[in-house]
């Protein structure tokens, strides 16, 4: 009898838990979000991608070198760096990729990243302005500003103007800043962008950086208006990767282990959250589309907040004066 209600009690055990397996596979499949329909090639193409040692950035990093690009891996950490080139290289049979050192929090690590390609490549086809922070704690880079502020923001306003002739030089070309939906929340404080003086939340600082960010793409396709560069912004989507490093559900070990069923059905994989970029940066169709926001590879409207062409002119010269850009 008791051997009964065991066997009873496992084959109910294991109906469930593929039922429940099931649903987390249909929520998945439905969360997966819009995949890139373009089947462009790039050979010949010359692609910089920072942050590409993981995450999205990696992701992104090995289907453009499946199309044949060449592929700048703009990396932090060098030896996660070349951990990622080999991979690559073995899973692409790509061997036109290079990995080369770029810190977004020090202003030098960018300006010698810049003059050193600059030295050693002809040609920018596309620049996606990826790596990121995300809710860190405060802390200062060796520039005198918040990080999050720098990281996600002045960092690549810096790089970007500092490779603009050559990705002028090689039109058409194309800029990709990878930004966030947080951008709805944020708000530019003019009197205080760096926050000095302000009370400081992690979350405000993100969605601040990731609406400047917004607005520099609004106001840079102004500014390159018939140079055959255009830029846009994406938004990848919520994706279970290590930007959420800071957040309590992944920096308390006990968290971590107990979130992780609910990350894997609500959260896009990294392969998924490329998908946008993906499709900003090699589809045909997109080749003369500028100043937009992107969501799911097509474009979406901006809210209010983004869209103010008063703050982001204002805000693309208060930068340009802060990085002391003529």
């Known amino acids: 009898m008791l051997e009964m209600v065991d066997n009873l009690f496992d084959s109910w055990y294991t109906f469930f838990f593929i039922i429940g397996f099931a649903v987390l596979y249909y929520i998945r499949s439905i969360l997966k979000g819009a995949q890139c329909s373009s089947m462009a090639e790039l050979k010949g193409k010359t692609v910089i991608i920072t942050g590409a040692s993981g995450g999205v950035g990696h992701e992104t990093a090995f289907e453009l070198a499946n199309r044949g690009a060449r592929i700048i891996l703009a990396c932090r950490d060098e030896t996660k760096g070349n951990e990622t080139l080999l991979k690559l290289k073995s899973q692409t049979r790509n061997k036109n990729i290079i990995v080369m050192k770029l810190d977004l929090a020090s202003f030098k690590s960018i300006k010698q990243f810049a003059k050193k390609f600059i030295e050693q490549e002809s040609s920018l086809h596309i620049l996606i302005n990826n790596a990121g922070v995300m809710c860190c704690p405060k802390t200062i880079t060796e520039d005198g500003f918040?990080?999050?502020?720098?990281?996600?923001?002045?960092?690549?306003?810096?790089?970007?103007?500092?490779?603009?002739?050559?990705?002028?030089?090689?039109?058409?070309?194309?800029?990709?800043?990878?930004?966030?939906?947080?951008?709805?929340?944020?708000?530019?404080?003019?009197?205080?962008?760096?926050?000095?003086?302000?009370?400081?939340?992690?979350?405000?600082?993100?969605?601040?950086?990731?609406?400047?960010?917004?607005?520099?793409?609004?106001?840079?396709?102004?500014?390159?208006?018939?140079?055959g560069v255009t830029v846009n912004t994406v938004h990848p989507g919520i994706c279970n990767t290590n930007i959420y490093r800071y957040m309590g559900f992944r920096s308390n070990s006990f968290l971590s282990l107990s979130f992780a069923p609910i990350c894997y059905a609500l959260m896009k994989t990294s392969k998924d959250g490329a998908q946008t970029t993906i499709q900003c940066a090699v589809a045909e169709e997109l080749q003369e589309v500028t100043g937009k926001f992107f969501s799911e590879c097509r474009e979406e409207a901006l809210t209010e907040s983004g869209c103010d062409d008063d703050v982001a002119s204002k805000l693309y010269i208060e930068t340009k004066k802060l990085l002391k850009l003529d």
């Open 146 to 227: 918040e990080t999050h502020f720098q990281v996600n923001y002045l960092g690549p306003f810096l790089l970007t103007h500092m490779l603009l002739d050559t990705l002028k030089n090689s039109s058409p070309s194309r800029i990709i800043n990878v930004s966030a939906i947080a951008y709805r929340l944020g708000k530019i404080n003019f009197d205080d962008l760096n926050f000095e003086n302000t009370d400081y939340v992690e979350g405000d600082a993100y969605s601040q950086s990731k609406l400047a960010l917004v607005h520099f793409t609004t106001e840079m396709s102004k500014q390159l208006k018939d140079s």
